[in-house]
């Protein structure tokens, strides 16, 4: 009996250093799964959006060696009545107002700074919708009618296969994914969890395989579409985003600091939403959409483009929220009014007629709300109008 005795805590003990030795092994990939799984609670969260770096695999976007593009001050602008309420009520963390390129209002709210480099969730969509354009005017892609699988073979047999360049563009894929981000077993969930434990975004894109409509024939908001756009124009131009975005976008703008992407396990950046970037950044990149791509006498994203860019295209249902290529405009928008937007309260809104860009980075576990997006457009519009 004693000699079975210790033959079992011999197992006991072998089996704990086989767990031991296993927790060690993979400590970062769940470090990774646990920072998923608490990202977005009360008491993390803010602290957690302006240092995704230290949870997440990443890779930098090089800024380039030129100068920082000025932002000048401009005169500074009241915020309107009951600013002030909506700035605490949305948990905005950083808001940067420009009128005709120069800085009307800047401020850091809950503890933030200025320096801070903020997750853009999917208002990155928006800066690779730049990206697409600038691939496009050099001819790495044919057409936006050419099926995605022509650049991106790994999604041949997927639920991807038919749909066009333009369908993805427009979140008409007709790929089924359920978007829910309290759902833990959603589609975006499940991607959450590839990302952090490792594994390929493009492998998960080609495990999609079921399909809501026919591509081009609805619209539905679908987060890995655009992973499908970086993986046409990756297959397209055989550089990664990374490099490309810092190459044709980053580094003509002269931005102030040097950007970064959250990373799969392969390297290949998080383009639906793993960008982090200072507000005064992503005002810039709001600046250069109102200017139409054109950046100190350059042309950095075509015109033509961001004009089809904007355009309300996508066949979203009449008297709702419209959508470009990867750009909102609201259902009631004015001409030249669209912005980029990303969970949890991030905006670039621009009104190219008053010359008004609004970037805000926020930390809102209430952007979920009913009145959540109506009242941050308001405040928006009424912030411009004041300008």
């Known amino acids: 009996m004693r000699r079975v005795f210790r033959l079992f805590f011999r197992g006991i003990l072998i089996l704990a250093l086989i767990i031991g030795g296993l927790a060690v092994w993979k400590r970062e990939e769940i470090k990774r799964l646990l920072a998923v799984n608490s990202l977005f609670a009360a008491e993390k969260i803010v602290e957690n959006f302006s ?103 790994a999604l041949a047999g997927s639920a991807y296969e038919g749909a066009t360049i333009r369908n993805v563009l427009n979140m008409a894929s007709g790929v089924a ?33 079921e399909r809501s409509a026919a591509p081009g024939a609805a619209w539905q908001y679908v987060s890995i579409d655009t992973h499908v756009l970086g993986m046409v124009i990756r297959g397209a131009t055989g550089q990664d985003i990374a490099t490309l975005l810092s190459e044709k976008l980053f580094a003509p703008m002269g931005l102030e600091a040097e950007p970064y992407y959250l990373t799969d396990g392969s390297g290949v950046a998080f383009v639906l939403g793993g960008l982090n970037m200072t ?25 033509a483009w961001m004009r089809e860019a904007t355009r309300a295209s996508a066949p979203t249902a009449p008297g709702e929220l419209r959508y470009g290529y990867q750009w909102w405009i609201p259902a009631d928008a004015q001409e030249g009014e669209f912005f980029a937007r990303g969970i949890y309260g991030q905006y670039i809104y621009i009104d190219r007629p008053r010359g008004v860009v609004i970037a805000i980075n926020a930390a809102d576990r209430g952007f979920r709300e009913p009145d959540a997006y109506p009242v941050t457009l308001a405040m928006l519009r009424r912030i411009a109008a004041a300008q």
Do not use: C
């Not at 969930?189 to 894109?205: I, P, Q, Y």
């Not at 100190?296 to 075509?302: D, E, H, K, M």
């Open 177 to 209: 994914f359920d978007e829910d981000y309290l759902d833990y077993n959603s589609d975006i969930n499940k991607m959450g969890r590839v990302l952090a434990l490792g594994g390929t975004m493009d492998g998960f894109a080609a495990g999609l395989h």
């Open 279 to 303: 507000t005064r950044d992503y005002a810039r990149l709001g600046q250069l959409a109102l200017q139409d791509g054109l950046w100190n006498g350059a042309q950095i994203v075509p015109a």
């Open 51 to 153: 240092h995704m770096d230290t949870m997440f695999l990443t890779r930098a976007v090089p800024r380039g060696n030129g100068p920082v593009s000025p932002l000048p001050a401009g005169v500074e602008t009241p915020l309107p009545a009951g600013a002030d309420s909506w700035i605490a009520d949305r948990a905005i963390t950083g808001l940067v107002v420009l009128k005709s390129g120069a800085v009307t209002h800047e401020s850091y709210h809950l503890g933030t700074a200025p320096d801070d480099l903020r997750i853009s969730w999917s208002v990155a969509k928006s800066a690779l919708s730049m990206l697409m354009g600038i691939v496009m005017d050099e001819g790495a892609i044919a057409s936006l009618d050419d099926p995605v699988t022509k650049y991106a073979a």
